[in-house]
């Protein structure tokens, strides 16, 4: 009777052990400035340009943790050389903050690691890229309605014919590849570097491409890096990016 007992018990347990998770329930977002915070990261269905025509974007999480991962889907019509999206992680800074534990803002002459890994596939036609975007300030502390000093963009893929603000400086290597460098100005200094061959994997870290402006005399290494974005900017079209991995850290 105990042996029969203690079988039943354990074939019980090994029903427990073998029963298959419940999968998390993934969030998702199709509202403009719609957000889903993921640990010291949060995603931003940011649609600052849907103005210039028409059409919908959403966005869903898959992975939270020190590594994240996400999508966005997207439609949309209208102007071509106008921006219309750039849903997007979001670590630090954006017009006031959201999440503690980023470790930003950073000084830049601090001597640190900024690093960041992401593997993601795209799908779809249409204009668009899938760009870094770092934002800078004088302060330490910035709030909502402290404007960014220098936006520093990183593009590491381009379709249909997308092209950065401001004008062409000259071509740089930076992580074993070649970047076209563009400056501009919008009330704030921007600086894209465009990578010349479209890459869906990247380990880069944000100090090389600051300190490249730094060492032309643009950029003063007393400033803060308060903020780093990694998203798609679309300019018209359909189609989808999958972020499979992403992680920025400062160390």
Known sequence: MLRKTASLLAAACAA????????AQAATTCTAFGTITLGKYYVNNNLWGQSAGSGSQCLSDTRSGATIGWNTSWTWSGQ?????????????????????????????NAGRDIFTDVRYRVSGSGTMNVAY????????NPDWPDNP??????????????????TFQGTVNIAGTSWDLYRGNIGWNVFSFIRRSNATSATLH?????????SRGWMS???????????????????RLDVDSYTADIR
Request: proline content about 7%; aromatic content about 10%.
């Open 80 to 108: 071509p050389s106008q921006v219309k999206s750039f849903t997007s992680s979001v670590l630090g800074w954006h017009w006031g903050w959201k999440t503690g534990g980023t470790e930003l803002p950073v000084r830049l």
């Open 16 to 23: 427990v052990v073998l029963a298959p998770a419940t999968p």
């Open 133 to 140: 975007d770092l934002w800078l300030h004088t302060i330490p």
């Open 206 to 214: 944000m100090q090389d491409f600051l300190n490249n402006l730094i």
């Open 221 to 239: 290494n007393t400033k803060y890096l308060s903020s780093i974005e990694h998203g798609t900017e679309v300019f018209i079209g359909s189609g």
């Open 149 to 166: 000093t220098d936006e520093v963009m990183i593009w590491t893929y381009r379709s249909g014919g997308a092209g950065p603000l401001g």
